[in-house]
């Protein structure tokens, strides 16, 4: 295996986690350069998502693949604090809760005995978010609600006199809900500069492609049209996430929105960009293929000394 993914802990999702404390995992990629540290993250968080969502039967495989790059920098140090004031991550798109799951576990938050209960009976981790872990302030799983918390988080935390952050995941198909764009206006009304949008733009959901349901383009123009700050990534780039999220002014007098390129169920060839990977269930087969795949992708991250 790599010299770099030995460093950083990296294990195929079928070798014992149980040997690895929670702390060991938060604080070994200390002395990383981010960018590498990020890379090996989103691997670990795609092989989870296939683990847990194989023994599971489920998973909204390929709507959690498509966020996997972006959680693994929220969670690899974007998102700061502890706590009461600890910044704010908000789901919209709760379906893709298995990455959410994956960040959770890869970076301390739970530990590994409260993964292998996803889906389970009595589990606090079910099919959408939930606010009953501890990790989570907000319940999800409604699409259209999770910018309207987002709005009200980030104008308690200005009535507080906090300097914390909001951040909010949103699917691109959500933005068919009118609740968003009402969200939309009053956080721009508010001027709510502490607020940042990340929109999963893999350009699918439920009935099809999104520009055949319901074509939102350009997206850019339409949220600069209502007074957000517009900034354009490529959602699987994560030296590019995390240069453009550590940019953002939080005492601007625009709310922020960064629209994420992505592909849905990245990461895993046949996958990618098929719809019907948003509920399709793996056969071990398809499993044992799609973990090969990751585990073949993360095995060609540089070491330290060949990042920039």
């Known amino acids: 295996m790599h010299a770099f993914m030995e ?11 149980e040997t690895e404390t929670a702390n060991e995992r938060a604080s070994s990629h200390d002395g990383v350069p981010h960018a590498a540290r990020d890379l090996a993250l989103r691997h670990r ?27 693994a920098v ?3 140090g974007v998102l700061r604090g502890t706590g009461a004031d600890r910044e704010r991550f908000i789901l919209s798109k709760g379906h893709a809760v298995l990455a959410l799951y994956a960040a959770l576990y890869e970076t301390g938050r739970i530990d590994r005995e409260t993964l292998e209960t996803y889906c389970g009976d009595g589990s606090v981790l079910g099919a959408h978010p939930e606010h ?29 006199g906090s300097s914390r952050r909001t951040f909010v995941l949103l699917s691109d198909a959500e933005l068919n809900e009118g609740a968003v764009w009402e969200s939309v206006m ?14 999963d733009v893999n350009g699918q959901q439920a009935f099809g492609h999104t520009r055949e349901v319901l074509d939102l383009e350009p997206l850019a123009a339409r949220w600069e049209a209502f007074g ?7 959602g699987h780039d994560v030296d590019a996430l995390r240069t453009v999220l550590n940019s ?6 625009r ?23 948003r509920y399709w269930p793996l056969s071990d087969e398809q499993y044992a293929t799609a973990a090969a795949e990751v585990t073949a992708a993360a095995n060609d991250v540089p070491t330290p000394t060949e990042t920039r």
Not at 45 to 71: E, K, M, N, Y
Not at 139 to 147: K, V
Not at 186 to 199: I, M, N
Request: hydrophobic share 45%.
């Open 186 to 199: 009053f956080a721009a009304h508010r001027r709510l500069g502490s607020l940042v949008a990340l929109v």
């Open 248 to 253: 953002l002014d939080p005492g601007s007098a």
């Open 255 to 277: 709310p922020h929105v960064l629209l994420a390129r992505t592909i849905a169920g990245s990461g895993v060839s046949f996958m990618e960009d098929r719809v019907s990977w």
């Open 7 to 17: 460093a950083t802990s990296f294990r195929h999702p079928t070798a014992p986690h």
């Open 132 to 160: 009953s872990l501890d990790e989570i302030d907000f319940s999800t799983g409604s699409l259209g609600q999770g910018l309207s918390y987002g709005a009200g988080s980030a104008l308690a935390a200005r009535m507080r």
């Open 74 to 76: 929220l969670y690899g």
């Open 228 to 234: 957000w700050s517009v900034h354009e990534v490529d």
């Open 45 to 71: 968080i795609r092989l989870d998502i296939l683990d847990q969502s194989h023994r599971a039967g489920f998973g909204h495989i390929g709507s959690a693949l498509s966020v996997a790059d972006i959680l």
